[in-house]
């Protein structure tokens, strides 16, 4: 059933088009602004594919919402919906990821460790798919979504990076891979890998599990019975 699912979700998505533009050329508009300094273009660009993910993301969920619902009636595993959309996003996620990478590839001959790029933008496809449909349990509306959304990546580089408030931020680990792919000598991968493979857990278990529990059928109370009148 999974495949059928992200199919449909694939379709769902074509159907947006002009939606589906903006969102990916905004980061286009990120690189693009910070591209003579190195480090901020390339983290920028990190927390703009993030952003153009998960706000795919929400939009699939939440529109999906009333269809997920009948489904489920009929019997189609909540899981299998859950994962199938999320399958459709990823694959998504990572053909843009693709695209901007090869951007980078085309446009820097600066990097060091040009592969880390590649390393940065897959994990933040792979965080910002569950990270939107999670969004859109809690605000189950595209503008109001979208905006949370943005307002979380706009944190992500405007907190210290170095504070310990930071680490809650579901994209922390594109500062640490984004300095790995600049650094001449770099430091080890593991926080960064370590804070990814935390947050993808944590987001995929929520999300997961809320969408699990909204489409769990309600059981109906029986009629109260009625009096015989003789």
């Not at 001959?109 to 798919?129: E, K, Q, R, W």
């Not at 109001?144 to 943005?150: K, S």
């Amino acid at each position: 059933m999974l495949p059928t699912v992200a199919s449909t979700a694939l379709r769902e998505l074509s159907r947006r088009r002009v939606a589906l533009l903006f969102v990916l050329l905004l980061p286009c508009v990120f690189y693009l602004a910070r591209i003579d300094v190195s480090y901020q273009a390339i983290r920028f660009l990190a927390i703009g594919v993030g952003w153009a993910v998960a706000t795919l993301s929400l939009f699939s969920h939440v529109s999906a919402h009333r269809l997920d619902q009948r489904l489920s009636a009929i019997g189609a595993s909540p899981t299998a919906l859950f994962f199938g959309r999320q399958l459709a996003l990823a694959t998504v996620g990572v053909l843009v990821a693709a695209a901007y990478f090869t951007l980078v590839a085309a446009t820097r001959d600066d990097l060091p460790h040009l592969s880390s790029v590649a390393l940065l933008l897959l994990t933040t496809v792979l965080i910002s798919a569950p990270l939107g449909a999670l969004v859109s349990l809690a605000i189950p509306r595209e503008l109001e979504g979208a905006l949370a959304l943005l307002s979380i990546m706009a944190l992500q580089l405007l907190v210290d990076p170095d504070g310990s408030a930071a680490k809650l931020l579901p994209l922390w680990s594109t500062r640490e891979l984004s300095a790995h792919a600049l650094q001449t000598t770099p430091a080890p991968l593991t926080d960064g890998l370590l804070h990814f493979t935390l947050t993808l857990t944590l987001c995929t278990a929520l999300a997961w599990t809320a969408g699990t529990l909204r489409l769990r059928p309600v059981p109906l109370n029986p009629p109260p019975p009625t009096n015989a009148h003789h």
